[in-house]
């Protein structure tokens, strides 16, 4: 696997949600069993068979594609990338070397539409295998500021769908967001097959969500509720995924933060056994008195003077 971003933890973390035994190679390499559906991914950007790895240099990129027993037929292409830009590997060098010894196992090369694809990856390690998925790199067309419904603070789309992936979306899958906003995240759960329920306490956004709902899904439902009493029987979602309030008042009258995350952190864990709590500071000790065991913890900064901190939470 081919990791995007510059946090190895943080998409090892992502696609551990489809796949089982997930290593870190090497940067921004990865190893995994069982990946599924790779293609919506957020901080993946291809998934490989795996022919075999090496030090990153073309010689022995070479002498582990001869050693390999490649059991395919047809046309072929062969890719090679630096990743990160971490080695001087001569990408062009690599392809007409490797390029040179399909040829000779038979195979045919065609560059426009081959029927596989050989990708050569050099790290701090070098990784060889035919590609099985490429991502799906659109984020770009749901930035914030372009949908239909904005309010400033938003979530770029990219980490919201890596947050929906890691609390469980899926095709037939239910995932809630209880404090949704803008709806970002039910969004990108989705596009990623999940049916999505949406929870805020105001009015506009819950008109602001179903918008942007309306414009990007086929479905999807937005209430104005509670999220310290929501209106959902126990164990009625898969998993739960929300951005907590930044700064340290509520935006509901009479009740503190603390208060509505905490109550928040108890009423999803009756509805939920997974979830994933974003928010501008710890609420580990909230999330274990709910119940909750805080499998991981993810303090990713955003800019000088914000921190996200990602609890994972089962």
Known sequence: MELAGDEDAFALREAAS??????LLAPGLATARGIRRAETLAY???VCRLVGTCEPAVEDAVAVLEAANINRQGTVAV???DVRGRTDIDTQAVERELGGVLVDRGFEVDLDDPE????????DTAALGWLECETTRDFGDRQPTDKPFFQPGSM???DARALANIAGAAPDTRLLDPMCGTGGILVEAGLAGSDV?????QEKMVRGARQNLDHYLDGGEVV????TRLPFAD?????VVFDAPYGRQSKIESVSLDELVGDALTEVRRVAPQAVLVADRPWNDAAEAAGWTVETRFDRRVHRSLVRYVHVLV
Do not use: I, K, N, W
């Open 44 to 46: 993946t950007r291809r």
């Open 156 to 158: 770029d789309p990219m």
């Open 224 to 227: 104005r509720a509670d999220a």
């Open 235 to 239: 164990d009625s979602f898969e998993g």
């Open 116 to 123: 596989h694809t050989l990708v050569a990856l050099f790290s």
């Open 18 to 23: 489809r796949g089982s035994d997930v290593e």
């Open 197 to 201: 329920v949406g929870v805020d306490a």
């Open 79 to 81: 890719r090679a990338r």
